[in-house]
C-alpha cells in the first residue's frame, strides 16, 4: 500500500508541475521564445562572443532548468548581468576560457546549493536589492552606447521607430510580444530601404545546426585556474542573486512557493551543461519569467517549450535572423533597462531613511564603476551591515546614587558587542570615591568578547580604586559567556543572579 501511495504521488506531482496546464504553457512558451532571440544575441555581443554563443546557452539553459529549477514557470537563459561580468574575460582571454568558467560556475553553483547557501539571502537589505536591478539597467543602457558610434541617422532613426512600435503596440493588442513586432519592422524597412546599417549577421555568424558536446581547448593547470575562478565566482554569485531575486517575484505573482536550493543546484547543472555545448553562463531573467507568468505560463512546460521553440526558430529562420539590423536589437534593450530600473524608487528616495538610501546609491555607484554586479552587492550588503551595527550600538547607563551612602546602582540598557563597549566604559567615573558599585545588566545582553572585555575592564578598574563591584540581572547566555570568559569573576568578586 505504502508503495502505490508513493507512486501515486509520484505521478501526481510530475502532472501538477508538467502537465495541469498544458494550453497555457506551451503558448506563453512559444512567446517567450519569440521574445528570447533578440536578448539573446544582444546579450552575446555584450559579453564580446558570437551570436551562437548566447542562443545556444539560452537553449541548454532553458532546456536543462526546466528539469532540474526550484521554481516552475521562470525562465533562465544568457542574460544581461552574467554578460557584463564576462566581457572583460572574453577580450582578454578568449571564448574557451569563457566556456570553462561557465562550467566552473555551474558546479559553484552546485555546491552552493548542496550547503544551503540559499538562506543567506535574508542577509541582503531590499536596498542592496533595489541597486542591484537600478545599476543592471543602467549598464545594459551604457553597453548600447558604442553602438551609435560612427553610424548615419538612419540608425537613430530606427532605434526610435523601434521603441515607438515597443510602446504603442501593446495599446492596441498584447497577443503577440511588441518587441517582436518591432524587430520585423524595423528588419523590413532596413531591408527594402537598403539603409546599409550594421545587422546581426555582421557581428557574427548564425549557424543552422545544434550545439555539439565540446571540451573547451584550454591547458589544464593552476594559471588557468587562477584565470577563470575570479570570474566563476563572480558569475555564480550574481547568477543566483538575480535566480532568487526572479524566483521571489514570480512566487509573489504566482502566490506559491520555491525551493532556492534546488533552484541554485539547477542553475549549477544547467551552467555545466551550456560550457560543454557551447554556450555562455546564465541564470533567471526577470523580464522573460514575467512574460511567460503574464502569457499564462505556469508549470515547467512552458520552460520546456521556450527552450525548445528557440533552437526551432534558429534551424529554420536563420537566414532571416543573419539580417535583423543592430538598430532593431538596441531600441529592445534600451526598452529592456527602462523597463528593469525601479523608477519608484527615486519618487521615494526622500521617503527612505538616509542610511537605506546611502547603501542603493552606493550600490548603483559601486557596480556602475566597477561593472562587477558582485562587488556592487557586497559593498552595500557590509555597508548596510555597519550601519545596522552603529543603530543598535546605543548604550544608556543611567547612574542612581544611594542616599546616605557611598554606593552607586549603574542600569545598563543596549546590546554589548564590539561597537558599543567604548560608549559604555566612558560613561562611568572610575575617580569618584565609592565604597560599593552595583551593574545592573538587567536590560542588556552580552553578545561577544568584547563586551566581556569592557565589564572586566570596569569592574577591575573600580577595584583598584578599593571599590567593591557586584555584577547581576545577566540573561542565561550573558551569564554562560562571561563565566567562560570574564577575568574579574574569577578573582575576589562574584557574579549575583537575580
Known amino acids: ?101 561557465t562550467i566552473l560556475t555551474g558546479v559553484i553553483q552546485i555546491i552552493m546549493g548542496i550547503f544551503k547557501l540559499a538562506k543567506y539571502m535574508k542577509f541582503v537589505p531590499r536596498s542592496v536589492m533595489i541597486g542591484f536591478v537600478n545599476a543592471l539597467a543602467i549598464l545594459i543602457f551604457t553597453s548600447q552606447l558604442e553602438h551609435f558610434v560612427g553610424e548615419s541617422w538612419q540608425m537613430y532613426a530606427m532605434v526610435a521607430g523601434a521603441l515607438a512600435i515597443i510602446y504603442i503596440f501593446p495599446l492596441f493588442t498584447k497577443a503577440v510580444p511588441s518587441p517582436l513586432i518591432a524587430i520585423i519592422a524595423i528588419t523590413a524597412v532596413a531591408v527594402f530601404t537598403s539603409s546599409g546599417v550594421r545587422t546581426v549577421g555582421d557581428m557574427g555568424e548564425l549557424t543552422q545546426a545544434l550545439p555539439v558536446f565540446l571540451l573547451p581547448d584550454i591547458p589544464l593547470n593552476f594559471e ?72 499564462g505560463g505556469r508549470t515547467r512546460l512552458s520552460t520546456l517549450v521556450a527552450g525548445v521553440f528557440l533552437m526551432l526558430l534558429i534551424l529554420v529562420f536563420n537566414d532571416i535572423l543573419i539580417q535583423i539590423p543592430m538598430a532593431a536589437l538596441v531600441g529592445v534593450m534600451i526598452m529592456v533597462s527602462i523597463g528593469t530600473f525601479d523608477w519608484s524608487s527615486l519618487r521615494s528616495l526622500h521617503l527612505m531613511p538616509r542610511t537605506d538610501a546611502l547603501v542603493m546609491i552606493v550600490t548603483v555607484g559601486t557596480v556602475v564603476y566597477t561593472h562587477n554586479l558582485s562587488i556592487g552587492v557586497l559593498t552595500g550588503v557590509l555597508l548596510s551591515a555597519i550601519f545596522f551595527a552603529a543603530k543598535i550600538s546605543k548604550v544608556y547607563v543611567k547612574a542612581i546614587t544611594v542616599e546616605g551612602s557611598a554606593k552607586k546602582v549603574y542600569k545598563i540598557t543596549g546590546q554589548l558587542f564590539f561597537a558599543s563597549v567604548t560608549e559604555l566604559v566612558e560613561q562611568f567615573d572610575f575617580k569618584e570615591k565609592l565604597e560599593q558599585v552595583e551593574l545592573d545588566f538587567t536590560n542588556a545582553h552580552i553578545w561577544d568578547d568584547s563586551a566581556v572585555g569592557a565589564i572586566d575592564k570596569i569592574v577591575l578598574k573600580y577595584q583598584e580604586n578599593g571599590t567593591k563591584v557586584t555584577v547581576y540581572g545577566l540573561n542565561k547566555e550573558s551569564s554562560l559567556l562571561v563565566e567562560k570568559r570574564a577575568v574579574y569573576n574569577k578573582a575576589d568578586a562574584k557574579i549575583a543572579n537575580h
Open 224 to 295: 588557468t585556474l587562477s584565470i577563470i575562478f575570479p570570474y566563476a565566482i563572480a558569475l555564480s554569485v550574481v547568477g543566483l542573486l538575480e535566480s532568487f531575486l526572479t524566483a521571489q517575484i514570480v512566487d509573489d505573482m504566482t502566490d506559491t512557493e520555491s525551493n532556492k536550493n534546488r533552484e541554485a543546484k539547477g542553475q549549477g547543472i544547467a551552467n555545466i551543461v551550456a560550457g560543454f555545448f557551447g554556450g555562455m553562463a546564465g541564470c533567471a531573467m526577470i523580464g522573460q519569467s514575467v512574460i511567460n507568468v503574464k502569457s
Open 1 to 101: 500500500m505504502r508503495r502505490g501511495r508513493g507512486v501515486e504521488l509520484n505521478l501526481s506531482t510530475i502532472k501538477q508541475n508538467w502537465f495541469s496546464n498544458i494550453r497555457g504553457d506551451i503558448l506563453a512558451g512559444a512567446v517567450v521564445a519569440l521574445a528570447l532571440i533578440p536578448e539573446a544575441i544582444a546579450f552575446s555581443i555584450i559579453a564580446g562572443v558570437d551570436p551562437m554563443v548566447g542562443l545556444y546557452a539560452s537553449f541548454c539553459i532553458a532546456v536543462v532548468i526546466a528539469f532540474t529549477g526550484g521554481r516552475p514557470g521562470m525562465i533562465s537563459a544568457a542574460t544581461g548581468a552574467m554578460a557584463l561580468v564576462m566581457g572583460s574575460l572574453v577580450a582578454d582571454h578568449g571564448l574557451e576560457y569563457l566556456l570553462a568558467a
